[in-house]
Nanobody, 128 residues
Framework: QVQLVESGGGLVQAGDSLRLSCAAS????????MAWFRQGPGKEREFVAD????????NYADSVKGRFTISRDNAKNTAHLQMNSLKPEDTAVYYC?????????????????????WGQGTQVTVSS
């Protein structure tokens, strides 16, 4: 099994930036497809961004394109989400997720069901 732990959340004002980190431990001998999801109050968990095992391909939800950047460092078993120009509607618990997919297929890694491992989340609150 692999364990994922998120960090970097906090309370910020609209327009500010935050950088979330996801540290992986346990069975990390293989490389995983990684993603970030979020769940706001009273809302369903939604896709934010994902990145392939090599980091060569990234995808973003329309609501965060141009503002958020997902990245990874396989040597350090970490993934990150740089969030700029934050808006109140970005307020949510942000979750890191990992999947053991062996072959990347476009459009099949933007749903919660594609991921086997999940972190416990980090709170991001953006005030107006």
């Amino acid at each position: 099994q692999v364990q994922l732990v998120e960090s970097g959340g906090g309370l910020v004002q609209a327009g500010d930036s935050l950088r979330l980190s996801c540290a992986a431990s346990g069975r990390t001998g293989t490389t995983y497809h990684m993603a970030w999801f979020r769940q706001g109050p009273g809302k369903e968990r939604e896709f934010v961004a994902d990145i392939t095992r090599s980091g060569s391909i990234t995808n973003y939800a329309d609501s965060v394109k141009g503002r958020f950047t997902i990245s990874r460092d396989n040597a350090k078993n970490t993934a990150h989400l740089q969030m700029n120009s934050l808006k109140p509607e970005d307020t949510a618990v942000y979750y890191c997720a990992a999947a053991q997919g062996l072959l990347y297929i476009s459009g099949q890694y933007n749903t919660s069901g594609a991921y086997e491992y999940w972190g416990q989340g980090t709170q991001v609150t953006v005030s107006s």
